[in-house]
């Protein structure tokens, strides 16, 4: 027997018709490029929102064409979170930090059709938009305001679109080959906003009378949600701009009363840092929660910004795979409530999954481990807002497994309590800052270098960008070659964040029985060689 239920379709226009319905005098802040503040209402922006829908349509696009966005985050960037995929098209957000030749094969790849873009990213452009299908170019503040006002809000229509179809789309860098695109549909991205919302770890619950301030970018998977999160919730949101070192926020967090935020550790350092040194400097009193994800929340770090200033740091992991937030360091009850230092390791944990998603892990052989805080496997998930395969790109159809879970690349232990610790990674990837750096792309460059035998590049921790990427170089016999000369030789082809630190010319790279660089074994040795005697 079936139930008897509406069959309603999770659909983006549904948020913009609740936030203009009940939350129109919100307000939405935004720091702009000249560090000024710009405010306006939840009644400006979804009335702009869909101006830019109409806008798109009378540009001649259709139904199901990308429009990609090159922007920091704002209030205009806001705009087309919801504007773009309630006209029936597909928001593209693409990441500023992309070498341009990679910028040049996502676009391409997705079938970009228009951009909107930040006028001080406007070089960026230039140096890839010949190489895309990208047809119209939106200046934010400049032609973007040209598009809206020729439009008039009120010839919107609800496209009625299916839940399934695209939202948005976001690619991820990755291992090996090039970057994938995750495509979000209408459904997953409701799912995700309200699986979200829903779990509050320690009094970390969200709703109306927050403020909230996303600190990771909006071209980084859907800023972790909190843009659809605050708007569905009709919470104040304050964008920080191009402005994300910590002063600038720390300003932000205090001038606009935000209570909630979220982004990387690196972050998070810098902040804790600027306060340790200057304590009582900023009136943090509003300040509920820190979101932080991304790459591991040190457990010094969450202990000190509780312990030195009274705030919450609450852990969170996912990937641009699940939306991205998969899981939330959710404490037990008689886990926050018990020792300190007990809780600070727990909150040091990925945490457990947010409703909906599950997750197993399983070892070489294939087998499911025991979940006793100690065995280790990759973990696997599924979930309604885990993607179930890559836009275009069947090569990499293996990363699920054929009863359909899909495979993280994270190596992981399960506390007996549910609680999941990322303790190693099987793909060959760095994440500085937040953002990967490919070593498999540098290995094949520095080993096309003359001089160059062989080349693996390996992540060594770091104090501010977590990790760092550094080079084991063996040369060809009888050849010479400085590190400097190899920077150079990388230079052109990567963005400058990409190129290692170090070079280290080793004798020989350890190998697996199958030929494959044992980057466990140089891992240890430099990162023994780092540690003070
Ligand atoms: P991305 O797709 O760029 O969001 O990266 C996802 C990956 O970042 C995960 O598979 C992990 O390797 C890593 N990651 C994300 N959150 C965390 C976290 N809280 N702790 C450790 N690693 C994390």
Redesign the pocket.
């Known amino acids: 027997m079936d139930g008897l239920m509406m069959d309603f379709s999770l659909t983006l226009p549904a948020l913009l018709r609740r936030a203009e319905t009940f939350f129109g005098n919100a307000v939405i802040a935004t720091r702009l490029p000249d560090k000024s503040f710009h405010h306006y209402t939840y009644a400006d922006m979804t009335s702009r929102a869909r101006q830019l829908a109409v806008a798109l349509q009378r540009a001649g696009l259709e139904r199901g064409d990308r429009v990609a966005t090159l922007c920091w985050n704002h209030y205009q960037h806001l705009e087309a979170y919801l504007g773009i995929p309630s006209g029936g098209f597909v928001l593209h957000t693409l990441n500023l930090r992309l070498h341009p030749d990679d910028l040049a094969y996502i676009a391409s790849h997705a079938g970009d059709r228009a951009v909107i873009v930040d006028r001080s990213l406007v070089p960026l452009l230039e140096r890839f938009r010949e190489r895309t299908p990208i047809e119209n170019v939106f200046v934010v503040e400049d032609s973007y305001e040209e598009l809206l006002a020729g439009a008039d809000p009120a010839e919107w229509r609800d496209p009625e679109l299916h839940e399934n179809e695209a939202a948005a789309m976001c690619y ?2 990755g291992t090996t080959g090039r970057p994938k695109g995750v495509v979000y549909s209408h459904r997953s991205t409701w799912l995700h906003t309200l699986g979200v919302a829903a779990v509050g770890p320690l009094d970390f619950n969200i709703s109306q009378r927050d403020v909230i301030l996303p600190v990771v970018p909006m071209f ?2 859907n800023a972790w949600g909190y843009p659809y999160i605050a708007t569905m919730l009709g919470a104040k949101q304050v964008y920080p701009g191009p402005h994300l070192d910590p002063e600038s926020l720390l300003d932000d967090f205090e001038q606009e009363g935000v209570t909630v935020t979220a982004g990387v ?1 690196t972050i998070w350092m810098g902040i804790l840092q600027l306060l340790d040194a200057n304590p009582g400097r900023w009136d943090l009193s509003a300040l509920r929660a820190m979101l ?6 040190p457990r010094a770090m969450i202990a000190g910004f509780k312990q030195r200033h009274g705030l919450h740091i609450c ?7 699940s939306s ?1 937030v998969a899981s939330l360091s959710d404490l037990h009850p008689d886990l926050a409530s018990g020792d300190i230092d007990i809780r600070f390791d727990f909150q040091a944990k ?2 457990i999954p947010l409703p909906l998603i599950e997750w197993r892990v399983r070892d070489d052989a294939g087998n499911e481990v025991p979940w006793d805080g100690v065995s280790m496997g990759e973990l696997e998930m599924r979930g309604p807002w885990v993607a179930a395969g890559y836009y275009d790109t069947p090569e990499q159809a293996d990363r699920w497994t054929p009863d359909g879970w899909f495979k ?3 190596i992981v232990s399960m506390h007996p309590r549910g609680y999941m610790q ?1 303790q190693d ?1 099987s ?1 060959d ?1 760095i ?1 500085s800052g ?3 750096i490919s070593s498999v792309a540098l290995e094949n460059q520095l080993m096309a270098h003359p001089a160059v035998a062989e080349a693996a590049v390996i992540a060594i921790p770091d104090d501010k960008w977590f990790e760092r990427p550094l080079a084991a170089i063996v040369l060809k016999e009888g050849a010479t070659a400085t590190g400097e000369e190899l920077r150079e030789f990388l230079e052109p082809h990567f963005a400058k964040w990409w190129l290692p630190d170090r070079y280290e010319f080793v004798a020989e790279i350890p190998k697996t029985g199958v030929g494959k660089f044992r980057k466990t074994a140089l891992r240890e040795q430099f990162v023994q060689e780092q540690q003070p005697a």
Request: net charge neutral.
């Open positions: 991820t860098s980084h998977a550790p932080v994800g991304g790459s591991a929340a852990h969170g992991w996912g990937m641009t795979e991205p990925q945490g993280t690349g994270d990322i990674r793909k990837v994440k937040g953002e990967w």
